[in-house]
């Protein structure tokens, strides 16, 4: 059995901005520890696979970004998007990339910017997930038990059928749904069969290209167009023409919602998509007044707050639930509640033509 894994690192962080930059996204930021997220994502692969099994798909604008930070990975394993889609587009690139190499391999999926504290268990149920990849045609996800209603996140229903690999429940899965309201998310927490989507897949990649081609019909025949020129100096030219010409379409919504023979493999992993400045409260030691502080801060009757200073001096006086993060050109203050919405100021931003701040 071969293991192959393929890790997102198109998107551009942009509830992290005003640190998530353009050219510098949240992938490439150290959030968490001392090394960047797309880091510490191949650093826990790397306990399971080889370098020479990870790829990554990216846009072009961060090639480079990813040969600086991950220099032991090949050229050759670093895949270009052209235009960007979504990840059903992305994955169905990858799975004939790979499949070309690897014939016969599983394929992990996952997101480069998510947190991971208990890496040793989440390798333990990534080699359970390959398992039952090999064993039929069954599609794989990581499900993460949830610890509170959240509303930000879609879920994954199971049902009592299940098997077992080594120390691991895998569960049928029922259906994928939506982000919640509060109320059907508490629910969700209370039913105990409900975990959070993490965006995390297992599949063979020649049983995720035979669902490509039965649910995605239109994408299939423009891969096949793409493998049939791998053969040929002009491979990246036909990838490059055929490529935008690809559903803009996720991969959740593609196929795993339409898919029957799915398991889910329920996690507790310190787990944290790490998707808005509020994270940082999840993910690092707060403050006996419940602050997540970083870099020259000053607080007095502070409480409850996220504050960022790149080195100068951040006073603070009397203040509640607040995000403050300062870089070299810019000064974010918003409400935590607020945090989700960040990706207005960005709007706003463009339509300024500000862009020099984006």
């Known amino acids: ?3 192959t894994c393929l890790i997102l690192a198109g998107g551009k962080g942009e509830r992290f901005w005003p ?21 510490q994502t191949v650093d826990r692969l790397q306990k399971f696979i080889p370098i020479e099994q990870i790829f990554i798909i990216t846009n072009e604008s961060y090639a480079e970004l990813i040969k600086a930070q991950i220099p032991d990975l090949s050229n050759d394993n670093i895949i270009i ?45 990534l080699k359970a997930a390959v398992e039952i990849s090999y064993r039929g045609d069954s599609l794989v996800t990581l499900g993460i038990t949830p610890t509170y209603p959240e509303t930000g996140y879609g879920y994954i229903e199971s049902t009592n059928q299940q098997i077992e690999v080594g120390n691991h429940a895998a569960y049928k899965v029922n259906k994928f749904v939506e982000k919640p ?29 035979n669902y490509i081609r039965e649910l995605m019909p239109q994408m299939h025949d423009l891969l096949e167009t793409m493998k049939l020129s791998f053969e040929n100096a002009f491979k990246n030219e036909v990838i490059k023409s055929e490529f935008p010409k690809m559903p803009d379409q996720s991969i959740d919504y593609g196929i795993m919602e339409k898919v029957k023979d799915i398991y889910v493999i329920p996690c507790v992993l310190g787990w944290d998509d790490a998707g808005s400045w509020t994270a940082l409260e999840r993910i690092n030691d ?50 935590k509640d607020k945090a989700q919405e960040v990706k207005s100021l960005i709007k706003e931003l463009k339509v300024q033509k500000l862009e020099q701040y984006l």
């Open 286 to 335: 707060l403050d006996e007044h419940g602050n997540a502080i970083n870099g020259n801060i000053l607080s007095i009757d502070t409480k409850r707050c996220i504050i960022e200073s790149n080195g100068k001096l951040i006073a603070t006086l009397g203040v509640e639930d607040l995000i403050i993060v300062e870089t070299d050109d810019v000064t974010l203050i918003c409400k």
């Open 1 to 3: 059995m071969v293991t």
């Open 81 to 125: 998007e052209p235009v960007g889609r979504n990840t059903a587009p992305c994955v169905g690139l990858a799975s004939i990339i790979i499949e070309e190499r690897y014939p016969d391999s599983s394929m992990i999926v996952l997101p480069s910017d998510h947190i991971i504290k208990n890496k040793d268990e989440f390798i333990s149920i």
């Open 181 to 209: 309201d509060e109320i059907t998310a508490k629910s969700y927490v209370e039913a105990g069969n409900f975990y959070w989507n993490s965006g995390i897949f297992v599949w063979r990649v020649s049983v995720i290209r």
């Open 19 to 39: 640190k998530s930059r353009t050219n510098l996204p949240k992938q490439f930021l150290n959030i968490s520890g001392n090394k960047s997220m797309i880091q």
